[in-house]
């Protein structure tokens, strides 16, 4: 563990490369390989439910924007250095674990079928994945706007960064993209 520790200090593109991929996979290429296998197999639920690759959001924000996000959050944290207290991480996750839920609990209640939930309150092994990486996604994003606020409270000027600005706005466009897909923008 210190070796690889000791390289990530030497090395931070190696942190920041690790974290693009690890998004990359867990965010896009498992769901995008999982609607790839649907349709090869003749699968109904690709050919009765919008899939992965339907939605700009994840072709656009799932498979770039969220990864780049991340590089840009861990990369602050990184030059912040600051040693997260355990109740930080721990409200994060259940700030997370209570946002993931409600969110499939709106998706099954308004009946919004997709390939992760073919019929209202029962997803699918894909919806099970895409329903961790939300919750590890949103964890993460929760856990940088609490050590955002924290920092800030200690130095106001520390805050002010071009990564906190840009994951700003690539939050703000995968936002629009998201709601976008669900037709909540015409």
């Known amino acids: ?107 099954a209640a308004n009946q919004l079928l997709n390939w992760t939930m073919t019929q209202p309150y029962r997803w699918t092994g894909l919806g099970y994945e895409h329903a961790a990486f939300m919750f590890a996604e949103i964890s993460l994003v929760l856990f940088f706007w609490g050590q955002v606020a924290l920092v800030g409270r200690e130095n106001p000027r520390a805050i002010l960064s071009h990564r906190v600005a840009f994951v700003i706005l690539c939050g703000l466009v995968f936002l629009r993209l998201v709601f976008g897909d669900y037709g909540y923008f015409s």
Do not use: K
């Open 1 to 107: 563990m210190l070796r690889t520790v000791a390289r990530v200090e030497e090395r931070p593109w190696l942190l920041l490369g690790l974290v693009f991929l690890a998004t990359c996979f867990f965010g896009f290429l498992i769901q995008a390989g999982g609607t790839v296998w649907l349709r090869l197999h003749a699968d109904p639920i690709a050919a009765n439910y919008r899939t992965t690759l339907s939605y700009t959001s994840a072709i656009v924000g799932d498979a770039i924007l969220l990864p780049v996000v991340n590089v840009f959050i861990v990369s602050q944290l990184v030059v912040w250095r600051r040693r997260p207290r355990g109740h930080e991480i721990a409200g994060a996750m259940v700030a997370s674990a209570a946002i993931t839920v409600f969110l499939h609990l709106y998706q």
